[in-house]
């Protein structure tokens, strides 16, 4: 069974710094795309950012220069560095991944096949 589980969600104040990580389980995606998007209350699933195997990301512009992708192939793990958060960064966070290796980076969510059940980012201000 494929799983993808986020962690280390939680409440913190304008300007602090959260990490996430998405732990992948039942196959590898070591050279899948993987991604982040996320739901604020009443709102769409929205992309956050994405990167390949090799490490090339893209990112949304609100999160541009505050946030940072990375993985770790190894141990078929994913993180989002966010810094300087924002009360507009509050959301559910989901990690994602595409089907298929090398696939293209891809802002839209219906690209992805597996997702992760989310974790809670709340920033108050």
């Known amino acids: 069974q494929v799983q993808l589980v986020e962690s280390g969600g939680g409440l913190v104040q304008t300007g602090d710094s959260l990490r996430l990580s998405c732990a992948a389980s039942?196959?590898?995606?070591?050279?899948?795309?993987m991604g982040w998007f996320r739901q604020a209350p009443g709102k769409g699933r929205e992309f956050v950012t994405a990167i390949t195997w090799t490490e090339i990301a893209i990112y949304a512009d609100s999160v541009k220069g505050r946030f940072t992708i990375s993985r770790d192939n190894a141990k078929n793990t994913m993180y989002l560095q966010m810094d300087s958060l924002k009360s507009e960064d509050t959301a559910i966070y989901f990690c994602?991944?595409?089907?298929?290796?090398?696939?293209?980076?891809?802002?839209?969510?219906?690209?992805?096949?597996?997702w992760g059940q989310g974790t809670q980012v709340t920033v108050s201000a």
């Open positions: 994602a991944a595409r089907n298929g290796a090398a696939g293209a980076l891809v802002r839209t969510a219906a690209n992805y096949d597996y």
């Open positions: 039942g196959r590898t995606f070591s050279r899948n795309v």
